[in-house]
């Protein structure tokens, strides 16, 4: 149902956020919210999941229905949602070690599966809420306390390996970049099956460095391809710091049929009887 | 054929047995069916070698004039299309000193480790007679002979093979002859000592599988969400289902692995729709984490754990009842949960069935544990009796503006606060795995946390179980209890027990979790010691009684580990030696 009187404001709520002061995570809760605001979509018909993280946090800081679950199991949770629930928009959010380690294999099927709901990964390169160790998104050479020499292991591409998995949309954004970021998000809700939006979310507590974020990146530096091949071929050649939509491709969404009753248990039971 | 000398028996035991392709499993298929509508009950399983495809296969059948729930320490008859392998059946067909071990002539001798027992032998030249049919084959005409020396009316076996292949008339005509050769060639054999009459029409029975039972039962609970990861045993539970959902307005999705499972159930179930997943051991290790989530976030939720074998991959193809640790004691941190055990095929249907209703009105996880015997044993069982009433889920009102803010964890009496279903106008609140307040916001502080611990204790702890938290039968100073598919083989034992003069009372409980003590301890008044009956290797049941329901009686155990089920002879010689000790 479409009600024009939302604004931003009524997708938050009065939980206060315990993210460190200048984390990029709030800019993608303003984002999300002038986005929802955008679509005019009633809070109660949208749900935000997640898992474990700072960012995995964002649920509860939206008027939104919100299921904050486990590390890394998050877009299983909105898969099971929204295959449940296709009258639902569903988002699901969290961190690059939510989503890429612990649940990388949940994102390369979310993929696979293009189930018509939104990814959006807040990308610090960092496990913040553990306080600072290497993501598989972390540069090679970045020191920690627990990888005092860098993991010495490249970094995984996101956007290419959703690209190779099937996802239907791909982009990214910028937190410093609300307005952007709130557009890009609409496509992504708006475009059917599964939209993976990359955001580079600083933490400035455990990777201060990031703040040069803002002059690093481009806008509208990526333009949508509708071939894989074409998309592919500008994601590895991308420094990650191009932001705009890559691809948006015209797979059908999974979207089994639900509800469509043809029978009832009893009627199951007849194939028993002798 | 417990007596030879009678002229008619009230069991037999039969097996089939041949090497891959040879069509056992068809002809077991055929025997159980025609045994069934014949009016008689039965129950199959079945054995296959270590190929993945193609190995050789046994068909294990017990006909009988009475429900049958396990099969009987001895076999009466043995007969198989060739030898090859078959000797790999060895112990799990021991014959009875009055068996008959059948054959193929052109085969040669049977295997020793079947005819050590004195088992009679007889040959037919079943390959030959099958070759004498143009589109014959062996197993048929072995199927005939069977059907005629237990003396299963003709008909029967005729429709039965008909029901099968009538859809490809160029294999039933064939098969029809050859059943026929089958059964002219039984005249040949020395006597056989035939069944009894059946008791009574086929009509209100069903012929069903336990985990078919189980799948319906979850339909009949209201269940219409299923998402699962591939694994034996619990494999055929959801191919039934996935249809079968379908057909009912539902929807099954195979997740990329059993962590997706559970999490996709949790999804659905937070969306309003009852939602299940069914596996084994080694997924429900793997969705031990979840399961905590589902309990924090009072999400409800069904795992179906068809156990196998463990640890590890252990024997995939066989029955234990290992998985109880687990299932009790697996999550971390103080996590009250259900976990139930269906005791037979037909009671996985109203068990888990129950499972749902519970999980639904207590909103929390519920474990059910059947396992590979229950779930791929094919049983003639007398129609299920209606199980518990269907899914009833305390649901939140809209609220308008101005309204109380909605409390979704809210400190009831009962522990049981409404759950706000996504759609619902005025009371989003976000569902937390994190320690939360009444309103779902996270907090580390120790007033909720202990106060959210006693919620969800309460609410499982006051809950009326009824009478179906455990399965009651006989009389007597002794007791066995048990659960699961030892209840089968111990139900028989001490049926014979009390034909001999020994009375010894059957506890078969069914909801494990939470312990119910009390009400244990009632059923075990004027009991002055009890022996525990469960099939792994360390005594979990033992344990769990011991730890949690501080019994007034002395407990023994009889346990053995899984890949042989107990049958009641070996059941009745432990009680008889426990009861003069
Ligand atoms: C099973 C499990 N393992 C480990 C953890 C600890 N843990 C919590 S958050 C986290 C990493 C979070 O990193 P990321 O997803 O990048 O989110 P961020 O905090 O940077 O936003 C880890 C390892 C956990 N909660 N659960
Ligand atoms: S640790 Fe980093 S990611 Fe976490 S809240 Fe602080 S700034 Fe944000």
Redesign the interface.
Same mark, same amino acid.
């Given at each position: 149902m479409i009600d024009m009187t939302l604004t931003p404001a009524h997708y938050k709520s009065d939980v206060k956020p315990v993210w460190c002061p200048g984390c990029g995570d709030f800019g993608v809760l303003n984002a999300l919210a002038k986005a929802l605001a955008k679509l005019a979509l009633r809070p109660e018909d949208v749900a935000v999941v997640s898992g474990i993280g700072c960012s995995s946090r964002i649920p509860a800081y939206t008027s939104a229905y919100g299921f904050h679950g486990v590390h890394g199991r998050a877009l299983a949770v909105g898969t099971g949602l929204k295959v449940a629930r296709p009258d639902l928009t569903v988002v699901v959010t969290g961190g690059d070690g939510d989503g890429y380690s612990i649940g990388g294999n949940h994102f390369l099927h979310a993929c696979r599966r293009n189930v018509d709901l939104t990814y959006i990964v807040m990308d610090n390169r960092v496990y913040g809420m553990t306080k600072g160790q290497p993501s598989p998104t972390t540069e090679a050479d970045w020191t920690s306390k627990l990888m005092p020499q860098g993991t010495g292991l490249g970094e995984i591409k996101p956007m290419a390996i959703a690209l190779a998995a099937g996802a239907n949309f791909i982009a990214r954004g910028f937190t410093g970049d609300p307005n952007g970021l709130a557009d890009l998000i609409v496509s992504a809700v708006e475009h059917p099956g599964f939209s993976f939006v990359e955001v580079l979310s600083p933490c400035v507590t455990f990777r201060p460095e990031q703040r040069e974020w803002k002059k690093m990146v481009r806008g509208h530096a990526l333009a949508p391809a509708a071939d894989s091949v074409e998309a592919a071929t500008r994601i590895f050649a991308d420094d990650g710091m191009n932001l705009g939509v890559l691809y948006a491709g015209t797979r059908r969404p999974f979207a089994p049929p639900i509800g469509r009753a043809q029978r009832t248990p009893t009627d199951l039971e007849r194939r028993f009887a002798l | 054929m417990t007596n030879p000398s009678n002229s008619a028996a009230t069991s037999v035991a039969i097996a089939l047995a041949g090497s891959g392709g040879a069509g056992i499993m068809t002809a077991g298929n055929m025997l159980l069916e025609a045994a069934?509508?014949a009016g008689y009950y039965a129950l199959m399983t079945r054995s296959s070698g270590p190929q993945i495809r193609g190995g050789e296969a046994a068909a294990m059948l017990r006909i009988a004039t009475h429900p049958v729930e396990c099969m009987p320490a001895g076999f009466d008859l043995l007969a198989a299309v060739d030898w090859e392998n078959v000797h790999r059946f060895g112990a799990e067909i021991p014959l009875g000193a009055g068996g008959l071990v059948l054959g193929d002539e052109a085969e040669g001798a049977p295997p020793a480790v079947f005819t050590a027992s004195g088992a009679a032998i007889a040959a037919l030249p079943l390959a030959a007679i099958a070759r004498g049919i143009p589109g014959g084959r062996p197993n048929m005409v072995l199927l005939g002979l069977v059907g005629a020396l237990l003396g299963l009316p003709e008909d029967a076996m005729h429709e039965a093979v008909s029901r099968t292949l009538g859809k490809r008339p160029a294999a039933l005509e064939p098969s029809l002859a050859a059943l026929a050769a089958g059964r002219s060639a039984a005249g040949s054999l020395q006597p056989f000592t035939p069944l009894a009459p059946p008791p009574g029409s086929?009509? *209100?029975?069903?012929? +069903?599988t336990g985990n078919?039972a189980a799948g @319906?039962g979850a339909?009949?609970g209201g269940v219409?969400?299923v998402?699962a990861y591939p694994i034996t045993p619990a494999t055929e539970m959801l191919e039934w289902l996935s249809p #079968?959902l /379908?057909?009912?307005?539902? !929807?099954l999705?195979q997740? /990329?692995?059993e962590?997706?499972? +559970?999490?996709?159930? +949790?999804?659905? =179930?937070?969306? *309003? !729709?009852p #939602?299940l997943t069914a596996t084994s051991g080694p997924g429900l290790a793997l969705m031990l /984490? =979840?399961l905590? @989530?589902a309990v924090a976030?009072e999400t409800p939720i069904v795992v179906v754990d068809i156990m196998r074998v463990g640890p590890s991959t252990g024997i995939p193809t066989k029955s234990e009842q290992g998985d109880l640790d687990i299932a009790l004691h697996g999550l971390h941190g103080d996590a009250p949960h259900l976990v139930l055990a269906p005791n037979g095929v037909g009671d996985a249907l109203a068990t888990t069935q129950w499972a749902v209703t519970l999980a639904e009105s207590l909103q929390c996880p519920a474990i059910v544990l059947s396992d590979q015997f229950l779930g791929q044993a094919r049983a !003639?069982i007398d129609?299920p009796a209606a199980g518990a009433s269907p899914a009833a889920r305390d649901v939140a009102a809209a609220a308008a503006e101005g309204d109380a803010p909605y409390r979704r964890y809210a400190l009831t009496d009962s522990g049981i606060s409404p759950m706000?279903i &996504?759609? %619902?106008? *005025?009371? %989003?609140? %976000?569902?937390?795995?994190?320690e939360h307040g009444e309103r779902? %916001? &996270?907090s580390s502080q120790f007033t909720d946390h202990a106060a959210q611990l006693d919620k969800r204790l309460r609410k499982l702890a006051d809950h009326d179980y009824g009478e179906r938290w455990a399965d009651l039968e006989g009389e007597g100073d002794l007791a066995v209890i048990t659960f699961g598919s030892c209840t089968g083989p111990l139900r028989e034992a001490l049926a014979l027990a009390y034909e001999r003069g020994l009375a010894v009372r059957l506890v078969s409980l069914r909801l494990l979790a939470p312990a119910q003590p009390a009400r244990l301890a009632a059923a075990l008044a004027g009991v002055r010691k009890a022996l525990v009956l469960e099939q792994n290797h360390s005594g979990q049941l033992l344990r769990h009684l011991k730890s949690s329901f501080d019994l007034p009686v002395p407990l023994a155990s009889l346990r053995k580990p899984g890949g042989q089920q107990f049958n009641a002879a070996e059941i009745l010689r432990h009680v008889v030696e426990w009861s003069a000790a």
């Open positions: - | 069934a509508s086929a009509a *209100g029975r069903w012929l +069903i078919e @319906l339909l009949q219409r969400f998402a #079968s /379908e057909s009912v307005g539902g !929807v999705v997740a /990329e692995d962590l997706a499972s +559970i999490n996709m159930a +949790i999804g659905a =179930s937070y969306g *309003g !729709v #939602s /984490e =979840s905590g @989530l976030s !003639v129609r706000a &996504p759609g %619902t106008a *005025g009371v %989003t609140y %976000t569902a937390d795995g994190l779902g %916001t &996270p």
